[in-house]
């Protein structure tokens, strides 16, 4: 498994590397202080937070059978309390993410595990001396769970800070990092104990977040690491490639071809590694759509 993952770092850093040479060129310049404030005031309340999607694969290092292959989907929206700027010119805001784990290749079709995910922070964007944006920076509180009771009891809760940048042309990237609390073992009233002590070792204290574009609206790549606190090989690696085969995309539509390397995918067995490849259909998160500048 470790040798695997270093394969498939070295696989994804190459490819990222290879845009230099195959994206399309992209003058766009970036949004002003006053522009960034309006277009704020245009966003719909609700709006998307973390990609949908409804993937399907199956396991790279074990046998496929209808135990082993499964499908993947995920729900998620931001609301914007206010769109009237707070103190520090911040904005408030909710999200909620649902994730889960559908075996449907299994009679009956069960579900392995649902993850909850909802978070409420503060947003702040990040302006240069000429005004410009360079970046945007979010604290937000959180809480993931599996919503289960006694020894099948998964969650914790972290303060987060995250912060996203163009990192150069067609490329931005990100880094959270996060204060945990609240994931030690403990009791419930039953007498059962619950909790993940050693949740850190796989899932350490933050993550980092490369995005490179092809061709713009129609081919990108996603890479994200995550790092356990051991100086062991637990952690991940996942890599999403979007394609868009729709002639008009007005709704960001995509099919995502993702491979998932490592621990922690889903909170009721983080101990577990997996290296699964799932393909699927995608609508695809704007939110940072701002580093992309005006055309």
């Not at 009771?149 to 914790?156: A, L, P, V």
């Not at 609240?182 to 039953?190: F, I």
Request: proline share 3%.
């Amino acid at each position: 498994m470790k040798t695997l993952k270093v394969k498939f770092l070295y696989l994804s850093l190459l490819l990222v590397v290879m845009m230099d040479f195959t994206s399309t060129e992209c003058n766009a310049q970036a949004f002003n202080k006053q522009e960034f404030n309006d277009s704020i005031k245009k966003l719909p309340y609700f709006t998307l937070h973390k990609d949908i999607y409804f993937i399907t694969g199956v396991p790279t290092n074990k046998e496929i059978n209808s135990s082993t292959s499964n499908a993947k989907y995920q729900i998620s929206f931001k609301k914007l309390l206010t769109k009237d700027l707070m103190p520090w010119d911040s904005y408030l805001f909710i999200t909620y993410s649902q994730k889960a784990f559908w075996d449907i290749y299994k009679d009956s079709y069960p579900f392995e595990e649902i993850n909850f995910n909802p978070t409420i922070g503060l947003g702040k964007a990040i302006f240069g001396k000429d005004d410009r944006l360079k970046g945007i920076a979010t604290l937000a509180f959180e809480h993931e769970s599996n919503g289960r009771d006694s020894i099948f009891s998964r969650s914790w809760n972290r303060i987060s800070l995250y912060y996203s940048t163009k990192l150069a042309k067609n490329t931005d990237a990100s880094l959270k990092v996060w204060i945990p609390f609240g994931y030690r073992t403990h009791h419930t009233k039953s007498g059962y104990p619950t909790g993940n002590p050693e949740l850190l070792e796989y899932v350490g204290l933050g993550e980092f977040n490369l995005s490179r574009e092809f061709i713009r609206d129609k081919l990108s790549l996603r890479l994200t690491l995550r790092k356990g606190l051991n100086l062991d090989a637990k952690g991940m690696i996942r890599s999403r490639i979007y394609y868009n085969p729709f002639k008009k995309n007005k709704s960001s539509q995509y099919i995502m071809l993702e491979w998932y390397l490592g621990q922690a995918e889903s909170m009721i067995d983080y101990e577990a590694s997996r290296s699964m490849v799932r393909i699927g259909y995608v609508i695809k998160s704007d939110e940072f759509n701002w580093f992309r500048g005006k055309r």
